[in-house]
Each structure stands twice: as C-alpha cells, then as structure tokens.
C-alpha cells in the first residue's frame, strides 16, 4: 500500500524556518516525482514545489519561490521543505504529494498519492 | 487567485446533472493534460480523471471529463448526496514553471 506520512509542521514565528518531511512506503520511491500542495484554512489548494526522481528537475511556485527549498534523499525514501523566512501567509495544511511521472513537469503527470497533511501555523 | 477559473461553487438535486468548467489559456490547459480531484471536508483530494477523461480506479462511470481548447469540464450524472464536495482541476505549464497549476476548487452542493 502507498503511504506518504508528513511530519515537522508546528507553530512558528514570522521570519523563522522549518522543515517539513515526507516518508514514502510501499512503492519504489526513486521511480516518481514528488510534490509538496499546501491548503491554507477554508481556501483552496496552491502547489508549492515539485521535485524529479533524482532531484535533477526542480520547480518553485513563485510565492515561495527563493524562501523555500525541496529536496529529496531516495536511500531513505524521504522528501523534506526547507521553509525560510516564513510569512503568515505561509500557515496552511501541507500536502506530500506523488506524481505519477519521473519529472514534476511531465504534461500527462498527474498527482495519484497524497499524503493526509501537516499544519504549519506562522504567527508571533 | 489561480490562473486556473473554476466556478466557486455548483448545485444540483439528486438524481440530476451538473458540469464544472475550468478556463485556462493555450500555455497550460491548451498544451497540456488536465486532472481533476475530489477532497471531502477534513481529508486529503483524491484522484477521479487523469489525462483529459481517464477515469481513475475506483471513479464511477457517473463521472466524465473533456477538454476542448483551453477549457475542460468535469461531468457528473445521476448526482448523489455523496457527490458533494470540493472539486479541482490540474494541469501543468508549457514553460514549466509553475510545474503544476491548480484551479481554485468548485464546491458541489446536492441540494
């Protein structure tokens, strides 16, 4: 069975850092990309990051893009968001998501596993 | 405000039809494959169609999909209370970057 398990979210402080993890279980992690989508309180989905299977391809959404870091380390079947100078705006449930492709900008990709969410609230 | 427009919200009565829209432009949905999701409140979206109108495993026939131009529709039949939800489209960028756009969610009511 396919399990994305996220953890590290928690209360943080405008301008602080965190860094969110994603365990994968029960596939060959280094055979897809892999994506973080965030939901803020009673609003919609936004991508956040993508990242190719090995890490050769990555993309930003451009609200975090140069405060934000994804990366991916395949031994330990773990996807991780550096998250940098955090705004308020930033608080919100995020996603670990699997593509089905190997690159996270494939057109026929398309999100298939998604993990149940960490909340990172940013406030002071 | 997602470069992805969806309504915000549709209603229908069991038993009914309804479609929702999602209008992009020719660098995302007119050159790219669509998916749509279905998230129940408190839980994570799940995959219904990928591809313009391949239903998922699991998708019931009730659900079709197309994409013409630079719009796709989500179709759903024969409309059940548990139908409601909040729907989203997806699709990617002909630049890459973003590498995926998300549409900005209809909330399906069966009244």
């Known amino acids: 069975e396919v399990q994305l398990v996220e953890s590290g979210g928690g209360p943080v402080q405008p301008d602080k850092s965190l860094r969110l993890s994603c365990a994968g279980s029960?596939?060959?992690?280094?055979?897809?990309?892999l994506h973080w989508v965030r939901q803020a309180p009673g609003r919609g989905l936004e991508w956040v990051a993508g990242?190719?299977?090995?890490?050769?391809?990555?993309a930003y959404a451009g609200s975090v893009k140069g405060r934000f870091i994804i990366s991916r380390d395949n031994a330990k079947n773990s996807l991780y968001l550096q998250m940098n100078s955090l705004r308020r705006d930033d608080s919100a449930l995020y996603y670990c998501?699997?593509?089905?492709?190997?690159?996270?900008?494939?057109?026929?990709?398309?999100?298939?596993?998604w993990g149940q969410g960490t909340h990172v609230t940013v406030s002071s | 405000q997602s470069v992805l427009t969806q309504p915000p919200s549709v209603s229908a009565a069991p038993g009914q039809s309804v479609t929702i829209s999602c209008s992009g432009n020719t660098s995302n949905i007119g050159s790219n494959y669509v998916s749509w999701y279905r998230q129940f409140p408190g839980a994570a979206p799940k995959l219904l169609i990928y591809e313009n109108k391949q239903r998922s495993s699991g998708t019931p026939d009730r659900f079709s999909a197309s994409k013409s131009g630079t719009s796709a529709t989500l179709a759903i039949t024969g409309l059940q209370t548990g139908d409601e939800g909040d729907y989203y489209c997806v699709t990617s960028d002909r630049t890459g970057s973003p590498a995926r756009l998300i549409g900005g969610g209809t909330k399906l009511t069966v009244l």
């Open positions: 029960g596939f060959s992690f280094d055979e897809y990309a």
């Open positions: 998501v699997r593509d089905v492709d190997l690159q996270p900008t494939a057109p026929m990709g398309h999100f298939d596993y």
């Open positions: 990242i190719s299977w090995n890490s050769g391809n990555i």
